[in-house]
């Protein structure tokens, strides 16, 4: 297999273990207050790296030599059958693929008496696609030059693709699991972060982003998705209880993990 496929794959796997071992033990319950103060704390700390990290792309310090090194090594190892599948993990970003896959879970939940999971599903995808191109307009970066198309795609910080990834993955993962067991919600989250490291990973190996941006993109997405739990998760939580046997619910609404 090519080294880029063996480095998508291994990057996102190893991705996906940590987060399946590390989320479920967050136990932060949402739409509580300590919920919104960590969420408010981890929108804050995701401030101030991407602060921190679109002042340091805009001159040519070891950040940028370091974007500019995993490019050039991109395009150097990159063939067609990297190509092809690279650019089909890519679409798991897409704004459209995004769109659709949202609205079948808000479909499906909706059947199954979760009547706030459409309205959650919705605020993460439409505020991280605000959030993400009020940001891009700002850093104004330019994309990188190895790749013609790359040009036409508009400003490169943050990744659009990397961020609507990881705030609807999550946010996927805790609708599944509101209803789930502790070890099913490990693997769900598992697969929601390794799914966005995956897309991350092909827009640097495709060449239409740099990896400052697409770390950007990651944290901007987890920390919008963080926000959009805390605030609406627990009425998420509360519906997903009301479709339990009796006695269930104060279990659902404090399932650890459910802000995170």
């Avoid at 090594?73 to 092809?84: L, S, V």
């Amino acid at each position: 297999m090519p080294l880029p496929l063996v480095i998508l794959i291994v990057v996102a796997g190893l991705s996906g273990l940590a987060a399946a071992g590390i989320v479920p033990r967050l136990g932060i319950p949402s739409g509580t207050g300590p919920a919104l103060r960590f969420a408010l704390g981890t929108v804050a700390a995701a401030g101030v790296v991407l602060g921190g990290l679109a002042y340091l792309v805009r001159g040519d310090g070891p950040l940028v030599d370091a974007d500019r090194a995993v490019s050039v090594w991109a395009r150097d190892h990159a063939t067609t059958f990297t190509d092809h599948g690279v650019t089909a993990v890519t679409r798991l970003g897409g704004t459209w693929v995004v769109a659709a896959l949202g609205t079948v879970l808000a479909v499906a939940a909706w059947r199954r008496g979760m009547r706030a999971a459409a309205p959650f599903l919705a605020v993460v995808i439409v505020g991280n696609n605000l959030a993400t191109n009020g940001v891009k307009a700002l850093a104004d970066r330019a994309r990188p030059a190895l790749e013609p198309v790359a040009q036409t795609l508009g400003p490169s910080f943050p990744s659009g693709h990397t961020s609507a990834a990881a705030s609807f993955f999550a946010a996927a993962a805790l609708v599944l699991g509101a209803r789930a067991g502790r070890n099913r919600r490990a693997l769900l989250a598992g697969a929601a972060v390794a799914a966005a490291t995956a897309v991350a990973c092909t827009r640097v190996l495709r060449a239409v982003h740099w990896l400052s941006d697409v770390a950007a993109g990651l944290v901007l997405g987890w920390a919008w998705f963080a926000l959009c739990a805390a605030a609406l998760g627990g009425r998420l939580l509360r519906g997903a209880a009301d479709g339990r046997e009796p006695g269930t619910r104060a279990r659902a609404v404090a399932a650890p993990g459910a802000g995170s």
